[in-house]
């Protein structure tokens, strides 16, 4: 128990609790919710939003924001798609869908370098930059696609949105790797070891001598490269792109990251509980929908579910005062 | 003049850019600066500006708060219920109601804030997802189209013909500057106000200083919930009609305009010129476009572009710009 708790963070056996306690009521309750099927449908449905909430968690560890998440993936989706258009659209080989995926990694690189300048070098607060960026970013869009969607893709792309390897949804394996990938950035890197400072003390942090604007470019630049994957993801997954695809889910991965533990104000966080509260999101979700209630209703089950962690932690927390005041 | 700079940079740079883009408007458009123009950016902008102030306070108390909007959809879609219910009602009951469950949902975003010291953000992206999903579900995301007959029908305050068609001042204009007056007043005049500064800038020192901290997040989020009850009102009153998920996403372009009008996240500034300021410049930007032919596709586009550029250029100092050069051996 201390071993895990060490490894993956404190919040991590309380998280694994409430998922079990979710599993065990919606098992009993909703018939169908403990058939492959259903648990299939999970495993799809949790990557799109998986890869966007890891996209929001540095720049939150780092003590910022970044708002513009669900419009660079939307830009980056629509780079590729622009690409794939210009090579014949359905009949367009690998060649031009690897050129489009390199284009588009690198339109989320660029917007996410923006922001990060703009926040390092000029000191504005972080929701601003990003809130700019994601107005100017929708606007973008919404200009070059005229508020319509493009589709019409490669027959090859479904394997990426629908396909799955050695039994596992490939858009599962695809997640797999990125939140490995984060979890190895942030807790073995020098970058990670430097996010995580900044969003404890910026100041400090530069006077111990790192070069924090560089690190806060950085942290921007990998969130919109995670952004565009999750753009490369949502393009094969719905066969289309539109700008405003997946809207709805900017604030719901601010929920994840918090539900996960994520400090508010920075400093704090890792990838594995974040991971199990998207778990939980995706579980709670899918089970009430089972139940017959709509993704509304799950919506704001999310919403009272992150307030009703958030007091139980409240709780535990003077609990656990009162306890050592005893002591 | 270098007083005003001085304690309101972030406004005075706003006003001279805002100043900068209406002359150029002017010259290149000969309808920006008409009667019809000016008032009709006024009767658009109302609503928002509406949300600004109520957003300002909550930001000048240190907080934020994500839900207003989709809170100001639930007091329309409750509000309209319930005078249906009662058979009509009139103004005053409407806005007696949308003021009392606007201030009801903002409470349970203080209570929740101060009693479980959960921080703002955190509460308030909680209620966004609550308050939404539990309209939408209640609701079957179903419009309302047949309101009370007072309440769509539109009131003329003012109205004056010429050449181009009817200049017209709206209700919810009037409504607009009553607000602004009174968080004006609130923030500007009273114990209380100076009290919100006091908290936003250093909650412990406040706490400290014999400020009650609970009462302060009261006043914050209820005001803010009260703004957003009217504007929704307002809303309604102007679309004639209550969509349920009309107005969700719009709290992030107030937010932009209300940081963008100097009020600082993170507590302890800002003023009600800023947000009329912020307000003034995404609209003008858009009118403007509108007015030389550009594409509807790319307004939001070059609103991006601006409220970026008043950012990248907010470092500038002109207080020191305008300083008498000051001899550094003193």
Redo the contacts between chains.
Sequence with gaps: MERIKQAFGPEVPGLLGFLALVVVVFGLTAPNFLTAANLGSIAYQLPELGILTLAMLIPIISGGFN?AIIYTANMAGLTLAFVLMQFGGVDAGVGPFLLGTVLALAVGALSGAAMGA?IAY????P???S??????????G??LT??GDISGFPQYLAVLGHGSFLGIPVPLILFGVCALAWHILLTRTRHGFASRMVGSNLRATTYSGVHTKRTLVLIYTLSGVMCAIAGILMLSRFNSVRVGHG?ALL??T??AC?LGGVD??GGFGRVVPVVIALVVLQVLSSGLNLLG??Q?????????F??GV??LR?GAGRWKERKRGRV | MRDFLRAYPAEAKLLVVLALLCALLSLASPQFLTLVNLTSLLNNNAVNLIWAVGLLVVLIAGGIDISFAVGASVVQYLAVMALMGMGGGGWAVGIALAMALGIGLGLINAALIHGFRIISIVVTISTFNAFFGLLMFFTSGKSIYSLPDWLSRPIYLWELQTEIGWADIRLPVVVMAICLFATWFLIRRTTTGRQLYAFGDNPEGARRAGINIWLMQAIAFGWCGMMAGIAGLMQAHITKEVVPNALIGRELDVLAAVVLGGARLGGGRGSVLGCVLGVALVAVAQNGLNLLGVSPYAFKMVVGIIILAAISTSNIDLAAMLAPKRRDRE
């Design positions: 708002l703009v000029i000191g504005a607060h929701i601003l930059v809130l700019a960026m994601m107005i100017f970013l929708r606007g973008l919404e200009f005229k508020g809207e604030l719901v601010v929920l918090f508010p104000f209630a709509n509304h209703l799950a919506t704001a089950v999310w919403g009272l992150l307030v958030m007091i409240w």
